[in-house]
Structure formats: structure tokens, C-alpha cells
């Protein structure tokens, strides 16, 4: 099976700008979770899909935004960029079907800086 | 608040010796955790996972141990090899992965 994947791999954007990332997970899995990973704060969770709704979301502004197609493929949009939204975007993939106990699988990341 | 943390940040290991790294988890109610390796310019890789019911689970040379009475992960690596450097990251999962921050691993010749 191919394993989860993110384009574009970087990205170069400037302050107020908008950025949508990309995310197909592996064949089969119906929930895919966005993470935020910088060196201050870690790996942080941004929000989950599950069957094209938003079914848990972390500690976010509003500006951070995502949706699911039919396909289980997500997309992230960050609108009106600051300087700290610069980090690796990581997406992970699930079968969405255990709850808690879903092994999640991530992919590359998109390195996204804000100049 | 939530946390799920790591006691050392980078652990320096002589190849062939066996490494141990450590977490401490926040949520007593928290049934699944999982070890991701993160190297560099790439995602976390899932390494091995343990339920709330179980106190020890073995992998190919990896091995996670539970001790839910003191709320503590622990991996050990047996044989550590060069291939092993990366960051090592505990996750408690509960609707959401909520990570430690990190262990570094480096393995030297």
C-alpha cells in the first residue's frame, strides 16, 4: 500500500498571504488528522476528519481551516499568514474506526516558511 | 494541561549497546500509546504501540514497557545501531495524538 502523502513539500509564502495544503492517505483510511510540528512548541494537533466532517479540532485560530472530500483526501487552508505559522505541516491517516486506539500514519510533511 | 513529556531531551549511545528512553504521560484515563522515530526532513514512523491493558509489548529489537500505577512509557532499543539516530516521540492517544517533545537519539560508531 502506498503510504500517506503531502504536497507540496515546501512551500515559500509571505505575511498575509493564504496556503492550502494537500493530503491523501493511505487506500482505505477514512480519517486524516493535521498536526503542526515547530522546534518551541512540538508536534501539535490542528484538527481530524472522519467521512468529510470535522470531527475534533485542537486549540487553533480560526484562520486554520480544513475539509475532506468524498475520496478521503483533506486539505488544509491557513488564511492571512504571520511569521509563526512558519513550521512542518504533517498530516497523519487512520482507519478512523477504533477511537483511541487508531494507529495513525503520517506523511512527509509540507515545510511551510513565512517570510 | 495536557502533556504527555520526556525525561531526556538527547541520549548519546555506543553502537551495539541497548538504549532506553522515557516518558511520563498526564491522563490516567488514557488507554493507547504509541513511539513514533522522526528523522530528519521526514514524518514520524510508527515504531510500536501498547494498550492500557498490557504492560509490556516486543517488536523487532524494540520493546515498550507501561507503568500505568506511575504514569510511565518506556522504549528500550536492544543492539542500538547507527540507523536508530533520530527523535523518538511518546504519544497518548485520546481522539487526538497528544506528543511528548522529543528525544534525540544518537548513536555513535
Known amino acids: 500500500k502506498a503510504g500517506v502523502t503531502q504536497t507540496p513539500r515546501y512551500l515559500i509564502k509571505t505575511r498575509g498571504q493564504q496556503v492550502t495544503l494537500s493530503c491523501s492517505p493511505i487506500s482505505g483510511h477514512r480519517s486524516v488528522s493535521w498536526y503542526q510540528q515547530t522546534p518551541g512548541q512540538g508536534l501539535q494537533f490542528l484538527f481530524e476528519?472522519?467521512?468529510?466532517?470535522?470531527?475534533n479540532k485542537g486549540n487553533f485560530p480560526g484562520r486554520f481551516s480544513g475539509r475532506q472530500f468524498s475520496n478521503s483526501r483533506s486539505e488544509m487552508n491557513v488564511s492571512t499568514l504571520e511569521l509563526g505559522d512558519s513550521a512542518l505541516y504533517l498530516c497523519a491517516s487512520s482507519p478512523g474506526t477504533s477511537g483511541s486506539a487508531d494507529t495513525q500514519y503520517f506523511g512527509p510533511g509540507t515545510r511551510l516558511t513565512v517570510l | 494541561g495536557e502533556s504527555v513529556g520526556l525525561h531526556l531531551p538527547t541520549l548519546s549511545v555506543q553502537e551495539g549497546d541497548n538504549s532506553i528512553i522515557n516518558c511520563a504521560y498526564s491522563?490516567?484515563?488514557?488507554?493507547?500509546f504509541i513511539w513514533y522515530k522522526q528523522e530528519s526532513g521526514k514524518g514520524p514512523q510508527f515504531i510500536i504501540d501498547?494498550?492500557?491493558?498490557?504492560d509490556k509489548r516486543q517488536g523487532q529489537r524494540v520493546t515498550v514497557l507501561l507503568n500505568k500505577t506511575v504514569k510511565h512509557l518506556s522504549l528500550q532499543i536492544a543492539a542500538t545501531q547507527p540507523g536508530d539516530s533520530a527523535v523518538y516521540f511518546c504519544a497518548e492517544s485520546r481522539s487526538k495524538l497528544i506528543f511528548g517533545a522529543g528525544t534525540r537519539l544518537a548513536v555513535h560508531p
Open positions: 491522563n490516567s484515563a488514557s488507554d493507547y
Open positions: 476528519y472522519f467521512s468529510e466532517t470535522q470531527r
Open positions: 501498547i494498550r492500557s491493558n498490557m
